[in-house]
């Protein structure tokens, strides 16, 4: 029988606790944690690490190597989480208030904050309704203004249209004038003596 060499490891229990701890708190981040690639993350967590334990360096590619080992072990033998209160049979149920139609969330569960995806979603729906509003405004200023100028248009157009009859009533009204001033003595044609 041949005895299988087992690597020691590099880290000793206090590291361990503190290298679980700076992973969890990058990890938890939602800012840090989903705008990164895998090296920058385990970057962030050495340097955390390294705040933590106050002075001894370990290298990203050592805690890189030591997590993947770990989440080796621990994938095989998966069990499914505690969870802090065990479901029983004589527990009531939680039933939301129907008479203001809101259920209120129970104040013992964490409020999640919002991702990184969700929060760019927000901002950008946030920026597209400021320039829709701002579209809004600026259209309502130019219907404005070309109401007031159609307008005065109309205003133009009418006194032009009064101005324009006048002037051809004028024009008739000589004209009848002058028919009625002719003396028919001195007219010609037969038809027009008639």
């Known amino acids: 029988m041949t005895t299988a060499k087992s690597q020691t490891s590099n880290f000793t229990p206090t590291e361990d606790e503190h290298l679980a701890r700076s992973w969890y708190q990058v990890s938890q981040d939602p800012f840090t944690n989903n705008s990164q690639k895998r090296d920058a993350f385990w970057e962030t967590i050495t340097g955390t690490f390294n705040a933590c334990t106050g002075g001894s360096r370990k290298t990203k590619s050592l805690m ?111 004209a009848n004038i002058k028919i009625m001033d002719k003396d028919l003595a001195t007219v010609t044609d037969e038809w027009l003596h008639e």
């Open 64 to 174: 890189n190597s030591k997590s993947q080992k770990n989440v080796a072990n621990t994938s095989t033998q998966s069990q499914p989480a505690p969870t802090s209160n065990p479901p029983s049979s004589n527990a009531p149920l939680s039933t939301p208030n129907l008479q203001n139609g809101t259920s209120e969330p129970n104040s013992k569960e964490p409020v999640r904050p919002i991702g990184i995806k969700r929060a760019k979603q927000q901002a950008a729906s946030e920026y597209a309704s400021k320039k829709k509003l701002q579209l809004l405004e600026k259209n309502a200023a130019k219907g404005q203004r070309q109401s007031k100028q159609m307008s005065e248009a109309n205003a133009i157009q009418t006194e032009t249209n009064k101005i324009q009859k006048r002037r051809a009533n004028a024009k008739q009204a000589l």
